[in-house]
């Protein structure tokens, strides 16, 4: 009793100046906002009438960005860029989780593919795009090929560990219901292994928007990542910063989509869990 | 044959003949012309050239120099990421003020930031690769250190506050403990993000490294070349894999989770 009593008193005393502040909802809303502003005035600040070509004034940068993606570029670059990503993203998905599901189910299979898949997953997904260029050049197909070959492992090598985990007393359960092999698959396993895969398609995510921006780095003549190494060499400074940060947003904007989804189709899994509403 | 021996002939047969089917598909299909011979030699031919590589020592300079740009990285990472991780972690002040700019830089693509860092840098010097590995092996670290510093046990923390322990005794006898488990995975994973943003750097801007080598061979289209430096660089990454779950072991051989492994119990 007395020693909480000297514990939490010391705690009390060391946190009050700040814990005001921690506790009441404005002060936390405040201290959230304190650096990033801070931050962004220092860049206003050291940048303004700045005539350095390595450091271009931020109000340049935000009107190159006013400029170059609202709207100029906007369906030039952009969208392609987009429609690119999502078809390859969702090839990754498709096919990492009917691979993934069958090798998971199959204890031999996965035996027999693991040497292969641990190695291919230690190849820098990035080097895949020499590889995707000289077999196939640097269209739109080649591109997309390029993302869902570097999405595919995270998904596939996830889905394989999720599968494996389902409890067997349910899935011996289905079959002596009398579910037959596909709908034990949809019904039971996919489902039980669905937290895991949700893991597989973030991390493929990442994956995916590196590998858009990549391919369209190396020899390309459209989209977000052809725009802003474009810009570098013209020596557009400007440019370059701000064609960062567009992709940055898209990055955030790709990611929170991503979240929400996940949260909407998940939501029966974190309510079983009763992990729903604090 | 009895079960237990059938099995374990197995877990060694079949991962085998998994590697030689794949191997005997990738040196047949070039052959009998099912993939293009011209940009798909066959698999002999592929490790044959990186036998040359490696006999002529012409691999051991560009690894050495990619491993130099993943060593320093890793070394910038670490700077930034546990102090700001610990921060995070340990003071309610620090995770509110920190976390809007930390979650807004997370999700950018790393490799977005090359154009910039060619503005800055140069195209040329290792800087360029180094700030790029760097700035992706934070945030794994970072995460991690801030779970890490989070998991301190209060009766523990509350215990050594009584005593009276000094901050070193702390720090050696509480803080680090807790913590090393979580770092250990953090460097593992900031580790593969480096080495493959280090090798990003290399092969989309020409920094020297392992990277550079793979442009080059396929400018020249030196395919077969190319192909054993992709390899190559594959197998780096297994090598720094394996090599930092070999050292995580070492470090934590007293952590309940390894110690378990020891005994064959899962933990």
Do not use: C
């Not at chain 1, 705690?11 to 405040?30: K, P």
């Not at chain 1, 260029?133 to 640097?138: C, E, N, R, S």
């Not at chain 2, 066959?42 to 050495?64: K, N, Q, R, Y």
Request: avoid cysteine; aromatic fraction near 8%.
């Amino acid at each position: 009793m007395t020693m909480s009593r000297i514990g939490s008193g010391a705690r009390r005393a060391q946190g009050t100046a700040m814990g005001g502040l921690t506790r009441s909802r404005v002060g936390r809303i405040v201290l959230q906002l304190l650096l990033p502003t801070a931050l962004v005035l220092a860049w206003w600040w050291t940048s303004r009438g700045s005539t350095s070509y390595f450091w271009p004034p931020l109000t340049d940068v935000i009107g190159s960005i006013r400029s170059d993606w609202l709207f100029d570029q906007f369906m030039t670059d952009l969208v392609p860029s987009l429609v690119r990503f999502t078809l390859g993203y969702f090839l990754a998905v498709g096919v990492g989780i009917a691979a993934g599901t069958l090798i998971g189910l199959l204890p031999r299979l996965r035996r027999a593919t693991s040497p292969v898949t641990e190695f291919v997953r230690a190849i820098p997904p990035p080097l895949l795009l020499p590889f995707v260029i000289v077999t196939l050049g640097i269209g739109d197909f080649s591109k997309v090929v390029v993302i869902a070959l570097g999405a595919v492992w995270p998904v596939l090598l996830n889905t394989v560990d999720g599968v494996r985990s389902v409890d067997r007393l349910t899935v011996d359960m289905a079959r002596s219901f009398g579910l037959g092999p596909l709908r034990r698959i949809v019904h039971v396993i996919l489902p039980g292994a669905s937290p895991q895969i949700t893991v597989g398609m973030r991390i493929g995510l990442a994956v995916a928007l590196i590998l858009m921006i990549i391919s369209e780095m190396v020899g390309s003549t459209n989209g977000l990542g052809f725009r802003v190494l474009d810009a570098q060499r013209s020596f557009d400074s400007a440019g370059t910063y701000g064609g960062v940060i567009v992709i940055g947003i898209v990055g955030l904007i790709v990611n929170a989509g991503f979240l929400v989804a996940e949260a909407r189709i998940m939501r029966w899994y974190r309510g079983s869990r009763g992990l729903l509403d604090g | 044959m009895t079960t237990a021996t059938r099995q374990r002939s197995e877990a060694i047969l079949l991962p085998l003949l998994g590697v030689v089917v794949v191997l005997a598909a990738f040196e047949i299909a070039p052959r009998i012309g099912v993939l293009p011979r011209q940009s798909f030699p066959p698999v002999s031919e592929i490790f044959g050239s990186l036998a040359d590589l490696i006999a002529a020592g012409e691999l051991w300079t560009p690894i050495v120099q990619t491993l130099d740009g993943w060593l320093r990285a890793m070394l910038i990472a670490s700077v930034i990421a546990i102090p700001v991780g610990m921060l995070m972690g340990a003071s309610r002040v620090g995770a509110l003020t920190l976390r809007l700019p930390v979650e807004f830089l997370r999700p950018i693509p790393s490799v977005a930031l090359i154009p910039v860092l060619i503005l800055l840098y140069g195209p040329q010097g290792s800087a360029l690769k180094i700030a790029l590995g760097a700035f992706g092996a934070t945030f794994p670290l970072l995460f991690q250190a801030s779970y890490g510093i989070a998991d301190i046990d209060p009766v523990a923390r509350d215990t050594a506050r009584a005593f009276g322990l000094k901050f070193r005794q702390r720090l050696r006898h509480l803080v680090l403990p807790t913590m090393l488990p979580y770092l250990a995975t953090g460097f593992r994973l900031s580790a593969a993000v480096a080495l493959i943003l280090v090798i990003t750097g290399e092969y989309i801007v020409g920094v020297p490294g392992l990277g550079r080598e793979v442009l080059t061979s396929q400018s020249a289209g030196a395919y077969s070349q190319m192909y054993g430096l992709i390899i190559a660089a594959g197998l780096l990454g297994l090598a720094v894999n394996i090599g930092l779950q070999a050292a995580e072991r070492r470090v934590l051989r007293w952590h309940p989770s390894q110690r378990a492994r020891l005994e064959g119990r899962t933990p």
